[in-house]
């Protein structure tokens, strides 16, 4: 048992630091005391993630606990069926955002003076059918697993932390996109897709052009 509230007090304060280097306001502040260091910011934060991360993974299957459930017989098709379908569209969709700047790569290549991400308000093919298509593919690959007390723990911990990543992650996006993505949010569910709230093709290049736009807009009154 005491292993477990380990792994629970581990992953809040995985959960409470990554969210805390991820604010905003934490960025301007190093990029105001420490611009030297701005341009690898987002490197360091990856590289910081990954590396905190795996203590967590090893002791999730390095603790003992007897199997709550097993998919068997179909099932077990069914949900590795599922979490190659969600590997997949984890490959596939990476065309659609810029991996240099999500790693960072960018920032350092271009030495930036800021600690900010710089991406534009793109929808790529998942976007039209859900806000956060990488946490949603996340849940399908969690939950698609065997399940024992460690792995239920944690599988847990992820969800809780992707639903209030995705609410502090879009706000963020409100504040830069302004009612381009408000309207956007309006017409695509969060994690869960739904078949009856998507957007058409038509209706994604209009949003990202009307933030464009806006964008254009707001630099011409800077």
Do not use: C
Not at 22 to 46: E, G, I, M, Q
Not at 57 to 85: D, H, K, M, Q
Not at 115 to 144: C, K, M, N, Q
Not at 151 to 180: N, P, Q, V
């Amino acid at each position: 048992m005491i292993d477990l509230i380990w792994l629970a007090l581990g992953w809040i304060a995985y959960a409470a630091l990554h969210s805390l280097l991820a604010a905003l306001s934490v960025k301007a502040w190093v990029s105001h005391h420490y611009p030297a260091f701005a341009p690898y910011y987002r490197l360091s934060f990856n590289a910081l993630a990954i590396l905190l991360i795996l203590p967590l993974v090893w002791a999730t299957y390095a603790i003992p606990g007897e199997w709550l459930w097993r998919w068997s017989g179909l099932w077990t098709w069914l949900a590795n069926g599922l979490a190659l379908a969600a590997l997949g569209g984890f490959l596939i969709s990476t065309g659609s955002y810029d991996m240099g700047e999500f790693l960072g790569l960018r920032a350092w290549r271009e030495k930036r003076s800021d600690a900010v991400e710089h991406d534009g308000f793109r929808i790529s093919t998942l976007h039209r059918f859900v806000r956060h298509p990488w946490y949603a593919l996340a849940l399908v690959l969690i939950w698609t697993r065997d399940m024992n007390a460690p792995l239920l723990l944690s599988a847990s911990a992820i969800t809780l932390y992707l639903i209030l990543g995705s609410w502090l992650e879009e706000r963020k996006l409100e504040a830069h996109f302004g009612r381009a993505y408000r309207d956007y949010k309006k017409k695509v569910p969060g994690l869960i897709p739904l078949p009856w709230k998507r957007l058409s093709p038509a209706e994604a290049d209009a949003l990202m052009q009307r933030s464009m736009e806006s964008s254009g807009h707001r630099q011409n009154e800077l």
